[in-house]
């Protein structure tokens, strides 16, 4: 099974910037999607950026133009640089892998895996 092990989030104020990293283990058979979501608290879990099909990054829109999703090649490492970041965006951020391991291939439907989390949190 893939797994996915996040880092870089921290405390920061407005303005300033944060590189979130998500590193996958695993051997790949096919990635249908790889996502960044955030979860605020008393809030839903919320997608952030997220890649499907080699195609370009969708973002939401509040993060347009300030956030950068990034892939390491064909692998399901993820990189996500957050730039003149708001307290807004205070959060627990999660990665995410949609598709299905060597082990895995086989099977009818594709797996969702997720990271542990790292929590976000930006000062006013």
């Known amino acids: 099974q893939v797994q996915l092990v996040e880092s870089g989030g921290g405390l920061v104020q407005a303005g300033e910037s944060l590189r979130l990293s998500c590193v996958a283990s695993?051997?790949?058979?096919?990635?249908?999607?790889l996502g960044w979501y955030r979860q605020a608290p008393g809030k839903e879990r919320e997608m952030v950026a997220r890649?499907?099909?080699?195609?370009?990054?969708d973002y939401a829109e509040s993060v347009k133009g300030r956030f950068t999703m990034s892939r390491d090649g064909n692998t399901a490492t993820t990189y996500l640089d957050m730039a003149n970041l708001k307290p807004e965006d205070t959060a627990v951020y999660y990665c995410?892998?949609?598709?299905?391991?060597?082990?895995?291939?086989?099977?009818?439907?594709?797996?969702?895996?997720w990271g542990q989390g790292t929590q976000v949190t930006v000062s006013s």
């Open positions: 890649i499907t099909q080699n195609r370009s990054p």
């Open positions: 995410n892998f949609e598709g299905k391991s060597w082990a895995q291939r086989y099977w009818d439907r594709a797996d969702r895996v």
């Open positions: 695993g051997t790949i058979y096919i990635v249908n999607a």
